[in-house]
């Protein structure tokens, strides 16, 4: 951690302001996984609505998005949106 300060640091001398942020506010590192648990919900919601209007065609579902294929499976993956059987 030092190590990062040191090579990190604009100026000769570390201080407060060279400690990175994760450590000086590390209850801000909890909101930040309520946001990206927040954002991955939306993401899921929105992406699992096109699909269903679209009858689960994914081309149609890719329109709507305005996202590539691969890219829309890829989050499908990642966000673990799948076809109720």
């Known amino acids: 951690m030092i190590e990062r300060m040191v090579i990190l640091s ?6 407060v302001n060279s400690i990175p942020a994760e450590i ?7 909101e930040m996984s309520g946001l990206q648990e ?29 996202v590539g294929r691969t890219n829309l499976h890829k989050r499908m993956k990642a966000l673990g949106v799948e076809r109720k059987k």
């Open 38 to 66: 927040t954002r991955e919900s939306a993401e899921r919601i929105r992406i699992a609505t096109a699909l269903e209007s679209s009858g689960w065609s994914v081309a149609a579902a890719v329109r709507a998005l305005g």
């Open 10 to 15: 604009p100026v000769d001398c570390i201080g």
């Open 24 to 30: 000086r506010h590390p209850n801000s590192l909890a």
